[in-house]
């Protein structure tokens, strides 16, 4: 499966997409958990299914994915199917993806902060070819710890091109 990148002329798509995932969610500290404390094959687990769900046009488990945060803005799957299908007009429906990194850090939100773990993949549309935009996924632990839920996802670009990394 593969996504296409938001651009900021698509900020509201942009945040309905990452939800919560806040522009602070990357920042790195050394006084608090980063996403090292969450296992990486079990972040990629749940990561997998977003992306699976996403190419087979699933809103219905992908929400059951969602953190409690992303719901305050995407109350159900339907209304995550329609954010998927404005998605989907402006970049094509996702087909392919392919893992290309993992990233660690702290997630914030309000006062709250956790560990996550950020998963990007390239991906494939029906507009455009693998490797133009990338996807990331967000895992980190839910509010109660109990389990492993994704905080936001989106399609995301680099203004300058896409890193050697992620190529």
């Given at each position: 499966?593969?996504?296409?990148?938001?651009?900021?002329?698509?900020?509201?798509?942009?945040?309905?997409?990452?939800?919560?995932?806040?522009?602070?969610?990357?920042?790195?500290?050394?006084?608090?958990?980063?996403?090292?404390?969450?296992?990486?094959?079990?972040?990629?687990?749940?990561?997998?299914?977003?992306?699976?769900?996403?190419?087979?046009?699933?809103?219905?488990?992908?929400?059951?994915?969602?953190?409690?945060?992303?719901?305050?803005?995407v109350k159900n799957?339907?209304?995550?199917?329609?954010?998927?299908?404005?998605?989907?007009?402006?970049?094509?429906?996702?087909?392919?993806?392919?893992?290309?990194?993992?990233?660690?850090?702290?997630?914030?939100?309000?006062?709250?902060?956790?560990?996550?773990?950020?998963?990007?993949?390239?991906?494939?549309?029906?507009?455009?070819?693998?490797?133009?935009?990338?996807?990331?996924?967000?895992?980190?632990?839910?509010?109660?710890?109990?389990?492993?839920?994704?905080?936001?996802?989106?399609?995301?670009?680099?203004?300058?091109?896409?890193?050697?990394?992620?190529?």
């Amino acid at each position: 499966m593969k996504l296409n990148s938001l651009t900021l002329p698509r900020l509201p798509l942009i945040l309905a997409l990452f939800g919560v995932l806040g522009f602070s969610s990357c920042a790195q500290k050394t006084e608090h958990p980063n996403g090292n404390s969450i296992v990486y094959n079990d972040g990629l687990v749940l990561a997998n299914k977003v992306t699976d769900d996403l190419v087979q046009d699933n809103a219905t488990d992908l929400f059951d994915h969602m953190d409690e945060g992303f719901t305050t803005l995407v109350k159900n799957s339907e209304e995550l199917e329609k954010v998927l299908k404005n998605m989907y007009k402006q970049y094509g429906k996702p087909v392919a993806v392919e893992l290309k990194a993992c990233q660690t850090g702290y997630r914030v939100d309000g006062t709250y902060e956790r560990p996550r773990r950020s998963y990007l993949y390239a991906c494939q549309t029906t507009k455009y070819p693998m490797g133009n935009y990338i996807m990331k996924v967000e895992v980190v632990p839910s509010h109660d710890l109990g389990k492993l839920v994704t905080s936001g996802f989106g399609i995301i670009t680099y203004p300058k091109g896409i890193p050697d990394y992620l190529k």
